[in-house]
Each structure stands twice: as C-alpha cells, then as structure tokens.
C-alpha cells in the first residue's frame, strides 16, 4: 500500500483507535510530542505533514504507534477518505490556514469528536488581531471545539477570539527533552565548578532572518568585544539564510551552517550563553532547548518562551527589543559572572526547563478526552 492510499484503522486492525494530526511544519520536537501523546493514549497516531516547501525539510519517521503522512499525498477527497476509515477518536489541526483540512474539521464537528487547533500567535493588539477575533464567529469556531496555546500571552488571544476558559489547552509545544535535556550536576557551595567542555561562547541558533534581531546582535557584540576584559569570548551563529556579508570581517563570530537537531545539541554543550535577540518570536522552542541543556539564557522581551523558561537575573538576562546598547549591558552582565556562578545560572535553566515536557504537552492534549 503506498502512502498516498488511505490507511487502515490502527496498525494492527482492529486497533485501539486513533488520533489524526493534521500539522503543516512538522518539526522534531512536534515528534516526541506525538509519541507520548501515543504512549499516554494507548492509540494510534496519524500525522499529516508538509513535505513540500518546508522551511527546514525536517522528514519524521514512523515508530510502533505513530505514522507519518506526506501531505503532498493528499488532496481533500483523500483527507476525508483518511478521517472516515480512521474513524479518529479525536481531531487536531495546527492553524486555520489550510481549506482541506478545515473541510475535515467540518465533518468531525458532527460526530461529536473534539477537534482542537493549535496557536502560538501572541495578543499584541493589532488590527489584523482584532479583525480576527471579530471574524472568528465565523471563521474559526464552527471547525474547532478547542484551542491548544503555547503559553500566557497565547491564551489572552485565544480568549479574546472567543474561546472559554474550559476550551483552552496549554503546552502546545515542548523541546525534545530526551535529545536536549543534559543530567544536573551538583552545584559546589563556592561556584568554582564549570563542565569541561563549556567554552566562553555566546550562541544563536535560528534562521537567520531580520525578525530573528540578528543585527541588533552583531551591534551589541561590537560594543562587547571593544572591551578588553573579554578578549576571550566568542559568538557562534547557527542557522540558514541570508547573512549581512559584514557579519563576516567582524571579530571572533563564527557562523555555523543549519545542524540538525542531534548534531545541534551536542555543539551547544561547548557554548556557555544562548542569546535570541529577537524583534518578534511567538514562542521559540530553541529557548527550551537551550534552558534544558543548562546553558543561562539572554532573552528579548518579544520572546513568547521566556514568559516559562527565563526569570530575570535568575537563570539569564531579559532585555528591551531592538535595544542594542541593553543586549551589550547583558552580556557584559553574564561574561562578568565566574564559570562556577554560569554554571549555577545553567541549572536553573535546566530546572524551569522541566516545567513542559512532551508528555505534559500530550497530557493537555488529551485531557480533552476525559
């Protein structure tokens, strides 16, 4: 049977049943999510994922309960020959973007089943937002019986679009903590311990693109690195895109070609700081993973994950969007902290890290079910 048929109840027919994902940029993280969404549920997992203009041509594998779908494969006589022979005990749609899958949704609002939408999109105010959430008696609510948000500044969106406290799910996403998550050490009471492969290096990993701030960044990196006390530190880009050709003539920045996620994981264990001087940033997992590899983090204050994942001057530093001189203040802030205190700093990361892992991602998922 090839992957563009439609696919049989379950592995081994009969089944335990089902859960059909409909996703549009499947990622790694998205992944270990559906498998313990599989684990917790006991049922099987069908998800739909965009293989054609992705932005990081991730291509998921098929384990024991959960199976991977090119969408390329399916138009929307073949989605809804998917939802009907799957007979799915629940629905889950990343967005509202898509008219096929919204046609789905439309058919499993009669069974009843709960069909849940995924959102990471922050409340700032915009037209645009408060166009949506005058249209969205329309053009959300009759596909969707819940929302799943990424965190606090997601569901004060999700509640102005008119969804009731007992529709709104948290934890849409969460790191691969089995891939990023690094063990705790034991903090010495002097903070002079530090692990052997950090180095001093400030890394930024994401696509390289002018929301990502990149060029607030390399302003403030500038003003760093004219000061001698830190003659000895670094900063490493990682990611893909276009990049400033100046960037390259500046002092001590390596830039590192997109890694995957394992080869990912093991560079940042020789960085010391993760900075996302982001302008605009709904959520950034990237910030999780960070946080759960026990590096201290420097965050924006547009970035939706620090509102979990960063408490000022607690594991990292926030500072004010687009203001260089603010993200050079600090860095000088970390760079000034002893190896034994960063290391300090990064264990706190590792522990707020635990506050979503992908089982509680999957759990909030499913509590729809009870």
């Known amino acids: 049977m090839s992957q563009s048929e439609p696919v049989p109840c379950g592995r081994d027919s009969p089944g335990p049943g089902n859960i059909l994902i409909l996703h549009t940029e499947l990622m790694g993280y998205s992944a270990a999510i559906l498998e313990s969404l599989a684990e917790l549920s006991g049922l099987h997992v069908h998800a739909i994922y965009r293989d054609t203009d992705s932005i990081r041509g991730y291509v998921p594998k098929d384990t ?71 249209i969205a008696r329309w053009r959300i609510h009759p596909y969707f019986s819940h929302i799943q948000v990424a965190g606090i500044r997601q569901y004060e969106y999700a509640r102005r679009l008119g969804f009731r406290e007992e529709q709104i799910l948290l934890e849409e996403y969460s790191a691969d903590l089995a891939l990023f998550a690094s063990p705790l050490s034991t903090p010495s009471k002097d903070h002079t311990d530090r692990q052997p492969d950090r180095r001093p290096v400030f890394v930024f990993a994401g696509r390289f693109d ?50 995957p996620p394992e080869q990912l994981a093991a560079n940042l264990q020789t960085c010391s700081v993760f900075v996302l001087p982001s302008r605009r940033e709904p959520w950034g997992v990237v910030v999780h993973e960070n946080a759960a590899r026990g590096l201290p983090l420097i965050l924006s204050d547009a970035c939706g994950a620090a509102t979990q ?18 993200l050079a203040a600090a860095m000088k802030w970390i760079a000034l902290q002893s190896d034994g205190r960063r290391e300090e700093l990064g264990r706190r990361s590792q522990l707020l890290a635990q506050r979503i892992t992908p089982e509680t991602a999957a759990a909030n998922l499913l509590s729809v079910l009870a």
């Open 64 to 134: 024991t309960r959960v199976r991977f779908l090119p969408r390329s494969h399916f138009d929307a006589f073949k989605l809804s020959q998917l939802f009907q022979q799957l007979s799915p005990k629940m629905l889950y749609v990343s967005g509202w973007t898509d008219d096929d899958y919204l046609q789905v949704c439309k058919v499993a609002k009669q069974q009843p089943i709960p069909v849940v939408t995924g959102m990471d999109n922050q409340w700032r105010g915009t037209l645009r937002q408060r166009a949506a959430c005058y």
């Open 309 to 326: 994942f960063l408490i000022h001057r607690y594991n990292g530093y926030r500072f004010r969007s687009g203001d260089s001189s603010d």
């Open 210 to 259: 002018p929301v990502k701030g990149l060029d607030v960044l390399m302003q403030a990196w500038q003003t760093f690195v004219a000061d001698d006390r830190f003659s000895d530190w670094r900063l490493r880009l990682i990611g893909k895109g276009q990049i400033d050709d100046r960037w390259n003539s500046i002092d001590r920045v390596e830039i590192v070609e997109y890694l």
